[in-house]
Nanobody, 116 residues
Framework: QGRLVESGGGLVQPGGSLTLSCAAS?????????VGWFRQAPGKEREFLAA????????YVADSVKERFAISRDRARMTVDLQMSDLKPEDTATYYC????????WGQGTQVTVSS
């Protein structure tokens, strides 16, 4: 079954930046019409962060991170990227991509750890 796969996570110092990428995998030939980024920290519920449509239009970023995060589509790489800046320790979480409504099976995500 086709799915979305996340990459780009890692360890970053507070104030640093990181870009995560989401790509189609398996039997999925094209990206879903609307792709979203989510995150889940230990002991917390999954949180919606941002979404964007196939055309790259209508990008939406949650108020909680909109001053620091941005979402975009890279047509050449066929990815949906989440650009994160001014990272804080509270941004530490596993980051996932899915359709905007979370309709696909969730993947393993990519871990982002913000620590000095």
């Amino acid at each position: 079954q086709g799915r979305l796969v996340e990459s780009g996570g890692g360890l970053v110092q507070p104030g640093g930046s990181l870009t995560l990428s989401c790509a189609a995998s398996g039997g999925m030939i094209t990206m879903p019409y609307s792709v979203g980024w989510f995150r889940q920290a230990p002991g917390k519920e999954r949180e919606f962060l941002a979404a964007i449509t196939t055309t790259g239009g209508s990008p939406y970023v949650a108020d909680s991170v909109k001053e620091r995060f941005a979402i975009s589509r890279d047509r050449a790489r066929m990815t949906v990227d989440l650009q994160m800046s001014d990272l804080k320790p509270e941004d530490t979480a596993t980051y996932y991509c899915n359709t905007e409504t979370g309709s696909l099976p969730w993947g393993q995500g990519t871990q982002v750890t913000v620590s000095s």
